[in-house]
């Protein structure tokens, strides 16, 4: 790990580990932080720190996954079950990750989930610290990890520290609900540079301070512990030409034709999402049978094709929504399907990455329900695969990427009625508007692309220090 000055930690490294009959295999991490921010770097320019997705059998096996992932310069956080639990479920997504997403009711607290939290972000400190030489920079990545800009800056004030939350952030006076503001607060005060997707969550994020801590924010900006503090917004985005490229490829449009054949006569909805209450999916299915009842001209003629990438199981509003999305499928199908028409087809799994670009390319609408997303980079991917301009995005006016791609057809997916007759508008849009409308989304995504923004954010955080260096000069 030497001469590495550049560091990046998040909760999950890039990659994860699996073990298959006592052999290790790497695979990519599913969910939109992972998969963007890796393809913003050269893994000979930095080194991540994070979970590699797996608990070691024993200390030889702990052993055999350091010397697997060294050369890709990724240094492994180990987890027991205990932490997994308490850290990651627990206080991460049990009551960090309700309240960010508006779900205060879904919100679990237990004794044992705070302190583990506390314990876990100290042991992603203490690797950090173990990697020789000072670094360039850390650049801390969301709210698994929210104490640890503090934990750096404790250690080290000199340290270049960057924060970036990839969720919203809500409004304080949710916010204030949580027993532990001032700690989670604080914690993100270590850094030099605070970065939210929108403006209205770096907005939030300065009222909850100014609550908080009684402190006088400006627009983005306030000074704590004699330190000025950036808070701003850099909407994240995709590796642009990297989909546009893997959607050129001859063998990925076999798969787009060959997945198109079975449905020749009909217009293709899909959905890309991890199984997450924030996503809308049952909302979108609320939404698709309204359509079905309001336009039955449209009956054997439309399908909603939706895949659902498994996550966080183990948490049980993730179990109860794969209940009730099961239901909701079965009765969709049940009062609309016959023999030769099932309007949903659902698919509970990941796909590899040239079969999900087929999808993308293959399917006519794509629909975005969320009902809070930090940014939703599944919006940006589709359109980004519609080389030929033939795909209309429904997008939620709760995704942060709504803010960006205004020439979606943006919905309120609380709102059935509204979703169902954006369905039948993308249904019969004209293929110019879709072009034109495609086209439009397509420029702010080639230019905002994640290279962009991590050269936006990198910038900004050596501009801050310089700052900070000038004000300890004077
Ligand atoms: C979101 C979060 C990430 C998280 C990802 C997948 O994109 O912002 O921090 O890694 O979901 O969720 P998981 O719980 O599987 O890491």
């Given at each position: 790990?030497?001469?590495k000055?550049?560091?990046i930690?998040s909760n999950?490294?890039p990659?994860q580990?699996?073990r298959?009959?006592?052999?290790?295999?790497?695979?990519?991490s599913?969910?939109?932080l992972?998969t963007?921010?890796?393809?913003?770097?050269?893994?000979?320019?930095?080194?991540?720190?994070g979970?590699?997705g797996?608990?070691?059998?024993?200390?030889?096996e702990?052993?055999?996954?350091?010397a697997?992932l060294k050369?890709?310069n990724?240094l492994?956080?180990f987890?027991?079950k205990?932490e997994?639990h308490?850290?990651?479920?627990g206080?991460?997504?049990?009551?960090?990750?309700?309240?960010?997403?508006?779900q205060?009711s879904?919100?679990?607290?237990d004794q044992?989930?705070w302190s583990t939290?506390?314990a876990v972000?100290?042991?992603?400190?203490?690797?950090a610290?173990?990697?020789q030489?000072?670094?360039?920079?850390i650049?801390?990545q969301?709210?698994?990890?929210?104490?640890?800009?503090?934990?750096?800056?404790?250690?080290?004030?000199?340290l270049?520290?960057?924060?970036?939350?990839?969720i919203?952030?809500?409004?304080?006076?949710?916010?204030m609900?949580?027993?532990?503001?001032k700690?989670?607060?604080?914690?993100?005060?270590?850094?030099?540079?605070?970065?939210?997707h929108t403006?209205a969550?770096?907005?939030?994020?300065?009222?909850?301070?100014?609550?908080?801590?009684?402190?006088?924010?400006?627009h983005?900006?306030?000074k704590y512990?004699?330190r000025h503090?950036?808070?701003e917004?850099?909407?994240?985005g995709?590796?642009?030409?990297?989909?546009v490229?893997?959607?050129?490829l001859p063998?990925?449009n076999?798969?787009?034709?060959?997945?198109?054949?079975?449905?020749?006569?009909?217009?293709?909805?899909?959905?890309v999402d991890?199984?997450?209450?924030?996503?809308?999916?049952?909302?979108?299915?609320?939404a698709?049978?309204?359509f079905?009842?309001?336009?039955p001209?449209?009956?054997?003629?439309?399908?909603?094709?939706?895949?659902?990438?498994?996550?966080?199981d183990?948490?049980?509003?993730?179990k109860?929504?794969?209940?009730?999305i099961?239901?909701?499928?079965?009765?969709?199908n049940?009062i609309?399907?016959?023999l030769s028409?099932?309007?949903?087809?659902?698919?509970?799994?990941s796909?590899?990455?040239e079969e999900?670009?087929?999808?993308?390319?293959?399917?006519?609408?794509?629909?975005i329900t969320s009902?809070?997303?930090g940014?939703?980079?599944?919006?940006k991917?589709?359109i980004?695969?519609?080389?030929n301009?033939?795909?209309v995005?429904?997008?939620?006016?709760f995704?942060g990427?709504?803010?960006?791609?205004?020439?979606?057809?943006i919905?309120?997916?609380?709102?059935?009625t509204?979703?169902?007759?954006?369905?039948y508008?993308?249904?019969r849009?004209p293929?110019?508007?879709?072009?034109?409308?495609?086209?439009?989304?397509?420029q702010?995504?080639q230019?905002?692309?994640?290279h962009?923004w991590?050269?936006?954010?990198?910038?900004?955080?050596a501009e801050t220090?310089a700052?900070?260096?000038?004000e300890w000069?004077?």
């Amino acid at each position: 790990m030497k001469n590495k000055k550049k560091i990046i930690i998040s909760n999950r490294l890039p990659i994860q580990i699996e073990r298959k009959k006592d052999k290790l295999i790497i695979k990519p991490s599913a969910g939109g932080l992972a998969t963007g921010l890796n393809s913003a770097f050269d893994s000979t320019e930095i080194c991540w720190v994070g979970w590699p997705g797996i608990v070691p059998k024993d200390n030889s096996e702990k052993e055999k996954i350091i010397a697997l992932l060294k050369p890709m310069n990724l240094l492994p956080v180990f987890l027991s079950k205990e932490e997994i639990h308490n850290f990651y479920e627990g206080y991460s997504n049990e009551v960090l990750w309700p309240i960010c997403h508006y779900q205060p009711s879904y919100i679990h607290f237990d004794q044992e989930y705070w302190s583990t939290y506390v314990a876990v972000n100290k042991k992603f400190c203490d690797a950090a610290l173990s990697i020789q030489d000072a670094p360039d920079f850390i650049w801390v990545q969301d709210y698994q990890l929210m104490l640890l800009p503090q934990l750096l800056r404790q250690e080290n004030q000199e340290l270049n520290i960057g924060y970036f939350h990839h969720i919203p952030f809500p409004s304080e006076e949710l916010f204030m609900n949580l027993p532990q503001r001032k700690e989670l607060i604080e914690g993100l005060l270590g850094a030099d540079l605070v970065g939210f997707h929108t403006f209205a969550d770096s907005q939030n994020f300065l009222n909850a301070c100014k609550k908080v801590l009684h402190v006088p924010c400006g627009h983005n900006q306030l000074k704590y512990s004699d330190r000025h503090i950036f808070v701003e917004s850099f909407p994240m985005g995709i590796d642009y030409d990297k989909f546009v490229h893997t959607s050129s490829l001859p063998e990925v449009n076999a798969i787009a034709t060959q997945f198109r054949s079975h449905f020749p006569d009909q217009k293709i909805i899909i959905s890309v999402d991890r199984l997450d209450y924030s996503k809308g999916i049952l909302e979108r299915l609320r939404a698709f049978l309204t359509f079905l009842e309001k336009y039955p001209e449209w009956h054997s003629k439309v399908v909603l094709y939706m895949l659902i990438v498994p996550s966080r199981d183990k948490v049980s509003q993730y179990k109860k929504l794969k209940d009730e999305i099961n239901r909701k499928v079965s009765e969709i199908n049940s009062i609309y399907g016959n023999l030769s028409w099932t309007p949903v087809l659902y698919f509970y799994k990941s796909l590899p990455f040239e079969e999900l670009i087929g999808l993308y390319i293959a399917s006519d609408i794509c629909m975005i329900t969320s009902t809070r997303d930090g940014m939703n980079l599944v919006s940006k991917e589709y359109i980004a695969c519609k080389t030929n301009s033939d795909g209309v995005l429904i997008l939620s006016e709760f995704a942060g990427a709504s803010k960006e791609l205004v020439d979606a057809l943006i919905i309120n997916p609380y709102n059935r009625t509204e979703t169902a007759d954006s369905i039948y508008h993308a249904i019969r849009m004209p293929p110019e508007e879709i072009r034109e409308r495609t086209e439009a989304n397509r420029q702010i995504i080639q230019k905002f692309n994640v290279h962009h923004w991590v050269r936006l954010f990198l910038d900004r955080m050596a501009e801050t220090k310089a700052i900070q260096r000038d004000e300890w000069a004077r």
